[in-house]
């Protein structure tokens, strides 16, 4: 399956600041996918991402909040702008794989203080 | 409204007994079903999947058996190891195949005591 690396692995920032969270997937993928686990949640989907188009971002999640760029086949970033405390959460990135299903990055844990 | 639903928050097995983890949801269009396993500051990893076309799956020490009529589905470890202490999230989607958005449960913390 597909190796992701994803970075930062963790961050504390302050109220009112952006962070940019780069994933970086070892093969082409068409899509890639964004994720939050809030505390003690599920994981819930941000948004796709598809090479050399918008990303379409789920109900509840706005492009102003969460932009995603998406430059090539095996890379993306998520920028959480104009964080506060409750952007606090681990945020993840992922690909689909047919056999494998979902292939997860490790995880970004955000703390916004 | 949760599609998926995992009721039990949490679980704990003594070390070669056998874990059931269980999972329902709601919608009757979800056609392929995922079990992923996550640790403490690491991403979740895959462990097994079915797709509705089947009542079970094994893998090692690892089944999955899905009730389509119940809706339900269950993730039996056997043996259970102290390394198998993670959070267990079910998963479904429509299909297998192509993309379509994959609905997670909130998970089960399993603790399997030596």
């Known amino acids: 399956s597909a190796v992701i690396s994803q970075k930062p692995s963790r961050d504390i920032c302050q109220r009112g600041t952006s962070l940019t969270i780069q994933c970086q997937v070892d093969s082409q993928v068409t899509m890639m996918f964004w994720y939050r686990q809030q505390p003690g949640q599920s994981l819930t989907l941000i948004a796709t991402a598809n090479q050399g188009s918008e990303a379409t971002y789920e109900s509840g999640f706005v492009i102003d909040k969460f932009p995603i760029s998406r430059p090539n086949l095996t890379f993306s970033t998520l920028t959480v702008s104009n964080m506060s405390p409750e952007d606090s959460s681990i945020y993840l990135c992922?690909?689909?794989?047919?056999?494998?299903?979902?292939?997860f990055g490790s995880g970004t844990r955000l703390t916004v203080v | 409204d949760q599609q998926v639903k995992q009721n039990s928050p949490s679980l704990s097995v003594q070390e070669g007994r056998i874990s059931i983890l269980n999972c329902d949801y709601t919608n009757s269009m979800f056609d392929y079903f995922l079990w992923y396993k996550k640790y403490p500051a690491e991403g979740p990893t895959f462990l097994i999947s079915?797709?509705?076309?089947?009542d079970k799956n094994e893998d090692g020490r690892f089944t999955v058996f899905l009730n389509k009529s119940a809706k339900h589905l269950s993730l039996h470890i056997v043996p259970s190891q102290p390394g198998d202490s993670a959070v267990y999230f079910c998963?479904?989607?429509?299909?297998?195949?192509?993309?379509?958005?994959?609905?997670f449960g909130p998970g089960t913390s399993l603790s399997v005591i030596p």
């Open positions: 998963a479904a989607s429509r299909t297998k195949t192509s993309y379509d958005k994959v609905i």
């Open positions: 992922s690909v689909l794989r047919d056999v494998y299903g979902y292939t």
């Open positions: 079915i797709s509705s076309i089947k």
